[in-house]
């Protein structure tokens, strides 16, 4: 039996870390042999593709199964039918990768299968609901709840690959080939790689996502002022709160987090404070004029650029989480010196983290209403209470968006 290709042995083991290990990509990644960055990056693309489309491929794979096969096998197989009817890989080239991932007692299944599938091709698709089969059931049921009608396009969305979007440093022009959305973000094709673009090293822009900059947007921060950037790291936001020459704190919790945020800050030229501290108990030794509170949730909003989140998270995760960022708003409303503002934002799409906290503020704290004309080209992501709440289905004509909500609030 041939070995298996690395960009193969890749997927197979982040499927494993994901499915079986319950453990997130990153630390997948993480813990990958050493390989070249090209087939490590085509590992991730074939895993991320399997966990996008799970349910479908299952479907297409389950006419072929009289029964579940052992997990190698179940691992190969999917990697198989991503690459058959996803990725435009040619059939005996899909086949002929998947079969070594196998122990050889299942070879003969894969091998089987596999082919037997790329007779049908992309149509063992068609006719299905991809939305419901790829949802969990359970966010599918929180979505509905939450959304409506919009549930549907919601799963849609989480079906593409998301767009690499940048936010420009002051006076930097977008790279070459970028679109400029509405809101202000420099938007480059899917499997873009940041660090070839010019002008990266030289710190002229950063990755975040169209929505993950509206947050610090709407707090309008101003030269001068002292701002903290609670929950900071990797520093997307503190980047942005620099560079409208506020002077920033950016407190972090988590340890292992700190030397990213000191390596983008470096290379994007800023030098806010940064504080190692758990923002529910740190205090600043003078009131602040503003906070920007992102703070830790589901983050079932990032699904097209974190597919495992949909395979990781669990309805309880969503009240430990609810209950965490109630404390951090307490928290940071202690922070603010009266007239204050804070905005407040998560990257869940989860009702319980978002629009459940406009009622219960932090007391002395007013909502202050986020006005239409502040998101050009997303006037619709301005809910009827004054809060922001986009979606990925939005923008959907220039590639989508990730699920946040935001909140503005002033201390009086």
């Known amino acids: 039996m041939s070995v298996p290709s690395p960009a193969r042995r890749a997927a197979a083991h982040l499927l494993e870390?994901?499915?079986?290990?319950?453990?997130?990509l990153e630390e997948g990644l993480d813990s990958l042999p050493e390989m070249a960055p090209r087939d490590r990056a085509a590992g991730h693309r074939i895993a991320a593709a399997v966990l996008r489309r799970l349910g479908s491929l299952d479907?297409?794979?389950e006419p072929f199964l009289h029964r579940a096969p052992?997990?190698?096998?179940l691992r190969a197989l999917r990697i198989g039918a991503a690459e058959l009817l996803l990725l435009g890989t040619p059939a005996h080239a899909a086949v002929a990768s998947a079969v070594p991932l196998t122990p050889r007692p299942l070879a003969g299944l894969v091998n089987a299968v596999l082919r037997r599938l790329a007779a049908q091709g992309p149509a063992a698709l068609e006719g299905l609901d991809a939305e419901r089969l790829d949802t969990p059931a359970w966010l599918w049921a929180a979505w509905h709840a939450a959304h409506g009608e919009a549930v549907r396009a919601i799963a849609a969305a989480h079906r593409a690959e998301a767009p690499l979007d940048l936010s420009l440093a002051p006076g930097a022009s977008p790279p070459e080939g970028a679109r400029m959305l509405p809101t202000g973000t420099a938007r480059l094709p899917p499997g873009t790689r940041i660090t070839e673009l010019p002008g990266f090293a030289e710190g002229r822009f950063w990755a975040q996502d169209a929505a993950a900059a509206l947050p610090a947007r709407l707090l309008h921060a101003t030269p001068g002022e002292r701002v903290a950037d609670l929950c900071a790291a990797p520093g997307g936001k503190t980047a942005q709160?620099?560079?409208?020459?506020?002077?920033?704190?950016?407190?972090?919790?988590?340890?292992?987090r700190l030397p990213r945020l000191r390596e983008n800050m470096a290379r994007l030229g800023f030098s806010p404070e940064i504080v190692h501290a758990d923002a529910a108990r740190w205090q600043p030794p003078a009131p602040l004029d503003a906070v920007l509170l992102d703070a830790p949730c589901t983050a079932?909003?990032?699904?097209?650029?974190h597919p495992d989140v949909a395979h990781l998270k669990r309805p309880k995760d969503v009240a430990k989480h609810a209950a965490e960022q109630r404390r951090l708003l307490q928290a940071a409303a202690r922070m603010l010196r009266?007239?204050?503002?804070?905005?407040f934002a998560t990257c869940s799409l989860q009702a319980e983290e978002g629009e459940a906290h406009l009622a219960h503020l932090p007391e002395g704290m007013r909502l202050d209403p986020v006005r239409p004309e502040e998101l050009p080209g997303l006037e619709a992501a301005v809910t009827p209470q004054g809060a922001l709440r986009t979606r990925p289905d939005m923008l959907a004509g220039e590639g989508g968006m990730d699920g946040f909500f935001a909140m503005r609030l002033v201390k009086v």
């Open 17 to 24: 870390t994901v499915l079986e290990r319950h453990r997130g």
């Open 59 to 61: 479907a297409a794979l």
């Open 70 to 73: 052992p997990a190698p096998a």
């Open 241 to 256: 709160l620099c560079a409208a020459g506020a002077r920033v704190v950016a407190v972090e919790r988590e340890a292992a």
């Open 300 to 305: 079932t909003g990032t699904l097209r650029r």
């Open 338 to 343: 009266p007239g204050g503002r804070m905005v």
